[in-house]
């Protein structure tokens, strides 16, 4: 495991260890972050933790061009119980994100340096939002980083059912639209795959973020994706 010092500098993400994690420590300025981004690296540990950086083996992504939505989504967007939005909000949807009581985890990896950090981003344009409202409160949303390629969520929250569901929906639609490669979803999860998320190689994942996997859609269609 490397060892980062104030230099902005990561190692190859090919040295991983088998969990992911790349290296751990230097900090959360957005030089470092946007650097970690391009290469295909993410933060990801606990308030007591020190920085831990991680490149997984297997990278949790939807591919929007291919994506499907399901009848049971499609029958919520019909309903209209939801008006989205786009960066209209961003301080209280990760805010959220950072509140939401999740089972099974005991307080939160967002902390405020975390959250001051990524808020930073999205005043440059490279951190953004989407807002799910009903009945005008903000009921639900998720955030990540622009790359103009590729869309890496970070985390998503829902005060009720299906909100955050139609946050991610509607990313992707979005993301469709704008010809993007990836919506990266980082590490599977149960609640991502039941959304259509599946996994892909780390190298895999460098290739698309690199934009040298131009038939990677259609290769993934022919193998049932």
């Not at 083996?57 to 309903?79: A, D, G, T």
């Not at 009903?134 to 890496?152: A, K, M, R, T, W």
């Amino acid at each position: 495991m490397y060892f980062l010092s104030k230099d902005l500098y990561f190692p190859p993400v090919d040295e991983a260890s088998i969990e992911g994690i790349l290296a751990i420590g230097g900090d959360l300025s957005v030089e470092r972050l946007i650097l970690a981004y391009r290469k295909g690296i993410f933060p990801w540990f606990n308030e007591e933790e020190p920085i831990l950086w991680w490149s997984p083996p297997e990278r949790m992504v939807v591919v929007p061009s291919i994506y499907k939505v399901s009848k049971s989504i499609r029958n919520l967007l019909n309903q209209n119980k939801f008006s989205v939005t786009f960066n209209q909000n961003f301080s209280e949807v990760i805010l959220g994100c950072q509140q939401i009581e999740r089972p099974g985890q005991d307080g939160t990896w967002l902390s405020d340096d975390f959250i001051d950090s990524y808020s930073k981003l999205h005043q440059m344009g490279i951190a953004k939002s989407v807002e799910v409202w009903q009945n005008d409160e903000l009921v639900g949303g998720l955030y990540g980083i622009d790359l103009g390629h590729i869309f890496c969520g970070e985390s998503m929250f829902s005060k009720v059912p299906n909100a955050s569901k139609i946050a991610f929906v509607t990313l992707i639609q979005y993301l469709k639209e704008n010809n993007y490669k990836l919506l990266d979803c980082q590490v599977h999860n149960d609640h991502l795959e039941k959304l259509g998320a599946f996994e892909v190689s780390r190298e895999v994942f460098m290739r698309v973020l690199e934009s040298q996997a131009i038939n990677f859609a259609s290769n993934k269609l022919k193998h049932g994706h």
